[in-house]
């Protein structure tokens, strides 16, 4: 009925149970649709609370807000049964992509 107020009291709860820091700046200052896309990965299991840090938060704030989904679709289609850390994972898959922009200049 509503989705927002509903996605809002996911994000609440998921600040409040200090996840990928909730209550961190850099959580809070990514976009919404990235932040519930996380609290998607994180409802579903494929991350703890804990998977997604403020460095991870950092770098995905730097790309706008379709490429961060993006990146986060592409952690959700990998294989992470034998990823140890799956922050690094992710940081790497930050790193691929920001090989695959193209250099301003």
Do not use: W
């Amino acid at each position: 009925k509503n989705r927002k107020g509903f996605l809002k009291g996911i994000l609440r709860r998921y600040c409040k149970n200090g996840s990928a820091d909730g209550n961190s700046p850099q959580f809070r200052a990514l976009p919404f649709s990235v932040q519930v896309k996380i609290e998607t990965l994180v409802s579903i299991g494929l991350l703890s609370p804990y998977d997604v840090n403020d460095a991870c938060c950092q770098a995905l704030a730097e790309f706008d807000e379709h490429t961060a989904v993006e990146i986060l679709n592409r952690l959700q289609a990998a294989d992470l049964g034998s990823v140890r850390s799956k922050a690094a994972y992710l940081m790497g898959i930050i790193q691929k992509r920001k090989q695959e922009l193209p250099e301003d200049g």
